[in-house]
Every structure is written in structure tokens, then in C-alpha cells.
């Protein structure tokens, strides 16, 4: 069954080669090939997060244990990291429930942008289907590496789908945004390499050097005991370079909305729901678990205020937009700061609020970006002028989703954020009660400029009336409004059954949080007792 794992990065890499060699000769042909092998990708990834549910872990010890796990002895090259000893790539791929939410997130949302690429996409559809499915090669690696060389490789991959995708298929400036972009994320790569070599370099004193993550997670649990706030922080902070551009991590973050802005609205709902989720990733994958020491030192406090700052002013900013993608843009650096927040907690209702919201923040604005894209079929803009007020008596269908979304996005009890942002608000809280409550506020924020874009656009008599020379002219339906509901579905199940999604992921906090306490005793941070957990009281099954 470990197979499943090559098999679910191959599929989408296979598949988008092909289209992208032969989209411009079968343009006709092909135009629904990418929702096929999305679909079947989806579907692997369905068979995934059902084994990893229903499995054991592969070992008990370490920070990061996978329940499935493949790994080919053949592909064991000599890496050399240190005069002394080489460090041997033994290609290693494996899931555990962190990693499971983000294959999904990555299948859900990547489906969802074949479905509307093929109503959207001005010209070559299949070609543009088939660098999305690169796209979705490259993150999947990433969230499925067990070993710190195939993450990076995965990691960097990313980069040159999502170019083509930016600057093919955006707007007029789409070239210079994507050329931002492409500056701003290898700025990030060199430092990314030199903190993989000396993590590698770190853990090797003494022992064996080892790529694998599952082996450096143990080495990192023993050396946890120890004071290593020195050795560990130079490799910390050019770790927080790589992944903070990546991120768009406040102040490395002005990349983000002028590609937000320039790309066509399918490449921005995979970019926000997903590409912007690996920074966050890498940091539970690599840095909390491998550097427990200067993780507990500068977290809490740096990354926390960080993560406040992130949540006020991407809500101050968003409340100023008049443009709907920029609006967007700066709300999800808004609703990363809460992810922020509640990962340096480094505890478990933090780091379990962290990884959960990662999922519905993805869902929720990839959502949002495809509504955009089918009101920019429909209306040709997407500015909020007095031409657009009204919009709910002629676009029924279209107004629900906007309002069900945006609800979702804000936070309302029974749906998913919700569960997420209080999560992560909890766990801070534990560690620093004024960051917490700074944090929500906003919330409220987040309320208002959300539930005011849907006032000015859908309530109010209309400003114009349907063009009947306008064949989108008509309400969502057929595969729009299949996937609309499909996504709605799953805020709704999460907002309602959030103890489903909470089992998959509490062993992995559970262990990150053991991890980091034991950091924070030996670093003498911590001076009293958590209280309890409120994870455990959420994740029990009724």
C-alpha cells in the first residue's frame, strides 16, 4: 500500500507533461483531460487519508512519524555534508495526519481549478491545465517528503509551473509580477540550502549523518534535554528567510499582492489555498520539530507579535480595497497571522488550531477567488463600483456562495474557521494573554470587511440588468455549481464534526507539543504548568 505515495506525485506529473506536449496540437480533444486526471489524483489522495486514519505510525519515537512510508533503497546516492562522513539520499516518501490535510487540500483545490479553468481560461486550456498539474507534482512532493533533500527539491520545483502559470495566463503586468515573485523566492533558497546543510551538519556530531526527517526528529528529542539555543539559532533564522518569504510572513511580504493581483484568479486560488501553505508547512515539518531549542526562545514572543501584526494590518489594508482580488490578497495575510499566532504557541491547542486552520483558510479562499473568477465572467470586472451593487436579485446562486463563503472566512460558529481561530487563539493565550486578545480583534475585522464587500456588491436594487448577448449571462450551474456546493459541503462538515479532522492530526501535536516542552523546561521559558487541553476535550469522539 506504501506504493500509493510515488503513485499520487507521479499522476498529476505524468499527466501534466503529456498536456503540456500535446495541449496546442488537440486543443479540442484534450479540454477536459486535466479534470480527469485531477479527479483521479483526488481520488488517490481519498484512498491516502483513509489508510492513514486506519494505520499505526511506522516507529514510536521522534516528533515526526509517518503511518505510511516508501522509501527505495536504489535511489541511495553519497551526499557529502562534512569532510568526516557523508550523508546518503535514500529517497523517502511518507504521510502522517499533517501531511494527510495538506494532500487533500492540495487535490481539493487544484480539481477545483481544472473545473473553472476550462470556462475561464481565455486561450490554450489544456496546456494551462497541464502546468497546473506540475504545480501539483511539485507541492505534493513536498508535503509527502521524508527527507530534507526532497523536500527542498519539491520545494523549488514549485517554482517554475507557477511562473509559466503567472506570466501565460495573467493580466498586462503578469510578467513583472511574475518575475517579483521568482526574485523573492530564490532569495529564499539560498538560505533554505544552507540551513538544510547545517541542520544535517548539527545532528551529525557523533553520529551517522542522516537526511531523513524521521531520523533528525529523534536526534532532536535527545538533544531537547540540552540547552542548544546557540547551535540551533543561525540555522532557525535562515530557516524563517526561506520560509518567510514563502509565506509572505510580515515584512517579507510585498510580493504578494501584486501577484495576487496579476494572475489569472484559478492560478491565485491555488497560490492562496496551497502554495502559500508551504513556508507554514515547513515550519511544522522542519523547524519546530528539528530545532526545539530556538523554536521555544524566539517563538512565542517574535513570531506572536508577528502573527498580531499580520492579523491588523492585512484586515486595515483589506478594508481600504476597492479591487476584489486585492481585498482578498491582503485577507489572507490576515488570516495567516492567526496560523502564525497559534503555531508559536508551541503547544498542542495552538499547533493543532495552526495545522487545522492551514486546511480551512485553503478551502475558504480558494473559494473565494473561483466566485471572483465567475462573477468576472459574468460582469467582465472585478471592482467594486456603483455599477456592481444589486447583484443578489440577478445572480441568486451566485450571492449564497459569496455570503456562505464569506461567513466561513469570518469565523461563524459551525463552520470552519471557527473551530480553527479558536484553536489557535487558545493556545496562545497560554503563553501570552494579550497577544491572544489582540489577535482577536481581528476577527471582528475580518467580519466587517467581509460581510461590507457583500452588501456593496449582491444587496440593494440592481445598477444593470443581464445582457442577453452575454452566454454567461446566467446564474452559476452545472460544474460550477457542483463544485461551489462540494466546498461548502466540507466547511460545513468541519464547522460541525471538527473532533473528525482533529483525531487525524493529535498524535503529531501530541508529540511536537512534548518536544517543545521539554525545549522550553531546559531552556527555562516556561514557569508553570499549562493548563489543560483543550484540544483533547474538542478531538473526543461523541
Known amino acids: 500500500m506504501s506504493n500509493i505515495l510515488p503513485s499520487l506525485i507521479l499522476t498529476p506529473l505524468i499527466g501534466g507533461l503529456l498536456l503540456v506536449l500535446m495541449g496546442n496540437r488537440s486543443e479540442s480533444g484534450l ?35 509517518p503511518s505510511v512510508q516508501f522509501q527505495t533503497e536504489w535511489l541511495s546516492i553519497a551526499q557529502p555534508f562534512s569532510t568526516s562522513a ?17 494532500v487533500l487540500l492540495t487535490t481539493i483545490v487544484t480539481l477545483c481549478a481544472l473545473t473553472m479553468s476550462t470556462l475561464s481560461v481565455p486561450k490554450n486550456r489544456v496546456s494551462y491545465a497541464g502546468w497546473l498539474l506540475l504545480a501539483e507534482a511539485g507541492l505534493l512532493t513536498v508535503f509527502l517528503a521524508m527527507d530534507v533533500l526532497t523536500f527542498y527539491i519539491g520545494f523549488e520545483l514549485t517554482l517554475i509551473p507557477l511562473l509559466l502559470l503567472i506570466a501565460g495566463w495573467g493580466s498586462s503586468d503578469s510578467l513583472m509580477a511574475g518575475r517579483r515573485f521568482v526574485l523573492f523566492t530564490l532569495a529564499g533558497s539560498i538560505p533554505m540550502i544552507v540551513a538544510i546543510t547545517g541542520l544535517v551538519s548539527l545532528y551529525a556530531n557523533g553520529n551517522e549523518p542522516t537526511i531523513s526527517i524521521s531520523e533528525l526528529s529523534q536526534r532532536a528529542i535527545e538533544s531537547a534535554k540540552l540547552n542548544r539555543i546557540g547551535d540551533q539559532a543561525w540555522i532557525f533564522w535562515l530557516f524563517v528567510v526561506g520560509f518567510g518569504i514563502k509565506t509572505a510572513i510580515l515584512p517579507l511580504h510585498s510580493w504578494l499582492p501584486t501577484t495576487y493581483y496579476a494572475s489569472h484568479p484559478t492560478t491565485t486560488a491555488l497560490m492562496a489555498a ?82 487545522l486552520q492551514m486546511f ?24 467594486l463600483t456603483s455599477e456592481s451593487r444589486g447583484l443578489g436579485s440577478l445572480y441568486p446562486r451566485l ?19 471557527f473551530v480553527g481561530e479558536v484553536l489557535a487563539l487558545s493556545g496562545m493565550a497560554q503563553r501570552n494573554l494579550w497577544l491572544a486578545g489582540a489577535g482577536t480583534v481581528g476577527i471582528v475585522l475580518g467580519a466587517w470587511y467581509g460581510f461590507r464587500l457583500f452588501q456593496n456588491m449582491f444587496m440593494g436594487p440592481p445598477q444593470q440588468t443581464k445582457s442577453n448577448a452575454d452566454t454567461m449571462s446566467c446564474d452559476i450551474r452545472g460544474r460550477e455549481l457542483a463544485m461551489f456546493v462540494g466546498l461548502a459541503v466540507v466547511c460545513l462538515f468541519i464547522g460541525v464534526f471538527p473532533q473528525r479532522i482533529i483525531q487525524t492530526i493529535r498524535l503529531d501535536m501530541e508529540r511536537l507539543d512534548n518536544v517543545c516542552s521539554t525545549a522550553f523546561h531546559a531552556n527555562s521559558v516556561a514557569v508553570a504548568s499549562p493548563p489543560p487541553s483543550v484540544l483533547n476535550s474538542i478531538g473526543e469522539d461523541h
Open 31 to 65: 479540454k477536459n483531460a486535466g479534470i480527469v486526471i485531477g479527479s483521479l489524483t483526488f481520488f488517490i489522495s481519498l484512498l491516502l487519508a483513509y489508510w492513514v486514519t486506519s494505520q499505526p505510525a511506522v516507529n514510536t519515537t521522534g516528533s515526526v512519524v
Open 86 to 102: 557523508d550523508a546518503r539520499w535514500m529517497f523517502v516518501l511518507g504521510c502522517d495526519g499533517v501531511g494527510n490535510l495538506m
Open 274 to 355: 496551497v502554495v502559500l501553505k508551504l513556508g507554514l508547512f515547513g515550519f511544522i515539518r522542519l523547524v519546530i520539530p528539528l530545532l526545539p531549542h530556538a523554536s521555544a526562545y524566539f517563538g512565542p514572543y517574535v513570531f506572536g507579535t508577528l502573527g498580531v501584526v499580520a492579523i491588523l494590518y492585512g484586515a486595515m489594508n483589506a478594508l481600504a480595497q476597492t479591487d476584489l482580488r486585492l481585498l482578498l490578497a491582503y485577507s489572507s495575510l490576515s488570516h495567516v497571522g492567526f496560523i502564525t499566532l497559534g503555531m508559536f504557541a508551541l503547544n498542542e491547542e495552538g499547533l493543532g488550531g495552526a495545522a
Open 360 to 383: 480551512n483558510h485553503g478551502i475558504t479562499t480558494a473559494a473565494m477567488f473561483l466566485l471572483i473568477d465567475s462573477l468576472i465572467l459574468r460582469r467582465g470586472t472585478h471592482c
Open 399 to 417: 450571492a449564497t456562495f459569496f455570503f456562505f463563503f464569506i461567513a466561513a472566512g469570518a469565523g461563524v460558529p459551525g463552520l470552519n474557521n
